[in-house]
């Protein structure tokens, strides 16, 4: 059990907690009456522990309207990110010729270090910027395609500000003009209908944790035409079908799989719930004054909301919270007191982008706990914005 | 962070300004929000004596845990030694980070400043 203090969790899009339902399933696969074994033996127990992997491979392709055969399994959306940019760029191109990929600037950045790993092997990469509302323009993201232009990688829902990309025009242009796009669906996977087929896409990674699955438990799935232009990066036991090397972890992708399930039933209302959650939140923040909204008012995701309050610096207004679990910034950068490279690429300056704060509300927050959030923001805003000269 | 900055950053007391009365007011001021720590100092003086300390400052929270702690050091202080130590003596007693010391080099600067000013 945790040891720390009550704290009102909004955090979600940093990380979910693993559903209870989720847990029971995945304790089927732990200790010795378990289904622990090795599903690559070919025993008896091996095979049970096959069935139970094949089975969620079948509930994550059906969540995606993908092909059961078209997801591996991976550790999560990280390696998903690295496994397509790296392998596609390393292996779809012939040896010498000219290779280019399109990104955008407000990328994770799983995504964009990749991409400057690839700029040092000689791969041209274009950042396309983000338009004021965090949206990134398809057509500009199409204008930056070119003649050796071998991928296309842009995240669905940004990780900052919630803001959704309209992947399925970009995926439309992609598909026309027969370049591979790659989407981090890290946000979006169980929170918003995804259909590969419909969006056009040619890779799209996954993580369970931001999907109330366990961490380190991921997916990548590839389109059928890609695969063989796809390189694997680690090698071994040639598990996943030679593209992921590596003893499958079982209770980890019956947790996803498990996800998956509960998200393909329930993800509809319970979206609907956290954008009525989110209004209310932004409705008790808009009182607080000159608070400002990062992105797009309704383009984005159902719990998220990244707010700047003027005035206050935000690492100070991180600390005055200690009640609630939030963040400046994303959780893999909170660390630097450097301001968030997302709004700064969509042109909020460095005070301003620094006092922002993101909410990201889930499955278990409560309309209570929303209000006890705006309460404590506002009571500590006007407190730091009174000390301040 | 230590307990030191979380009791003197959720009690900033000290924290304001200086209403007009007895005893003349001096004001000292140091950085910028756009270099992400500001603070100004205000003391009132009597003679050679430090009455009252007041601050406001827009910064980390070891900058205002390191300007309440002061604030509250400074009444009765003399012209010749207006305040404690140096900031690696501040960063000591609060258990600030050494790579927060700029920040402390910045609260220092507004006390010089005010100190300054009452010369």
Same mark, same amino acid.
Not at chain 1, 31 to 43: E, L, M, Q, R, W
């Given at each position: 059990m945790s040891t720390h203090a009550p704290v009102i969790y909004l955090d979600y899009a940093a990380s979910t907690p693993v559903d209870p339902r989720v847990v029971e399933r995945m304790l089927g696969?732990?200790?010795?009456?378990?289904?622990?074994? !090795?599903?690559?033996?070919?025993?008896a127990p091996g095979r049970e522990a096959r069935a139970l992997v094949e089975q969620a491979r079948q509930s994550a392709a059906r969540l995606f309207n993908a092909?059961?055969?078209?997801v591996y399994w991976t550790s999560g959306a990280t390696e998903s990110n690295n496994l397509a940019i790296l392998g596609w760029a390393r292996g779809s191109a012939a040896p010498g010729a000219a290779r280019h990929v399109v990104t955008t600037r407000i990328e994770h950045k799983a995504v964009l270090d990749p991409c400057k790993r690839l700029e040092k092997e000689g791969v041209a990469v274009t950042y396309v910027e983000p338009e004021p509302d965090g949206r990134v323009d398809p057509a500009r993201v199409v204008a930056a395609i070119?003649?050796?232009?071998?991928l296309v990688s842009v995240m669905?829902? !940004? !990780? &900052?500000?919630?803001v959704i990309n309209d992947v399925g025009a970009i995926g439309a242009s992609c598909r026309a003009r027969g370049v591979p796009l790659h989407v981090d669906a890290a946000q979006t996977a169980g929170r918003l209908p995804i259909d590969v087929q419909r969006l056009n896409l040619d890779f799209m990674s996954v993580s369970a944790h931001k999907m109330y699955g366990p961490k380190g438990a991921g997916l990548l799935y590839v389109h059928p035409a890609r695969r063989p232009g796809l390189l694997p990066l680690q090698f071994g036991g040639g598990q996943e079908r030679g593209l992921r090397s590596g003893t499958l972890p079982v209770h980890q992708i019956v947790g996803l799989g498990a996800a998956c399930e509960i998200a393909f039933a329930e993800a509809a209302g319970e979206a609907a719930r956290l954008t009525a959650l989110r209004e209310r939140l932004w409705q008790g923040l808009q009182s607080i004054e000159g608070a400002l909204l990062n992105g797009h008012p309704t383009e984005r995701l159902p719990g998220t909301l990244n707010v700047a309050f003027p005035g206050v610096e935000g690492e100070s207004l991180l600390f005055a919270l200690p009640g609630l679990a939030i963040s400046s910034g994303s959780a893999c950068s909170?660390?630097?007191? &450097?301001?968030?490279y997302v709004l700064r690429a969509l042109g909020r300056d460095v005070q301003t982008a620094q006092s922002s704060l993101r909410f990201s509300l889930g499955r278990f927050t409560s309309a209570a706990e929303v209000d006890a959030a705006v309460t404590a923001v506002a009571r500590e805003v006007a407190r730091l914005r009174a000390a301040a000269p | 962070m230590s307990a030191a900055v979380r009791e003197h950053f959720d009690a900033l007391r000290a924290a304001g300004r200086l209403a007009p009365g007895a005893g003349r007011i001096v004001t000292g001021e140091a950085g910028s929000r756009e270099e992400g720590t500001q603070v100004r100092f205000q003391w009132r003086v009597a003679g050679d004596r430090i009455l009252e300390a007041r601050y406001l400052a827009y910064g980390c929270p070891y900058t205002l845990a390191a300007c309440e702690w002061l604030a509250r050091q400074? %009444?009765?202080?003399?012209?010749?030694?207006?305040? %404690?130590?140096a900031p690696e003596d501040w960063a000591r007693v609060l258990d600030? %980070?050494?790579?927060?010391?700029g920040r402390l080099l910045v609260v220092e600067d507004a006390l010089r400043a005010a100190a300054a000013a009452w010369a």
């Open positions: 696969c732990l200790g010795p009456d378990g289904v622990f074994a !090795n599903p690559s033996s070919t025993h092909g059961a055969g078209d070119r003649p050796d232009t071998l669905h829902a !940004n !990780n &900052e500000t919630g909170s660390d630097s007191d &450097e301001p968030s | 400074l %009444p009765g202080r003399t012209r010749a030694a207006p305040w %404690p130590g600030i %980070p050494l790579e927060r010391l």
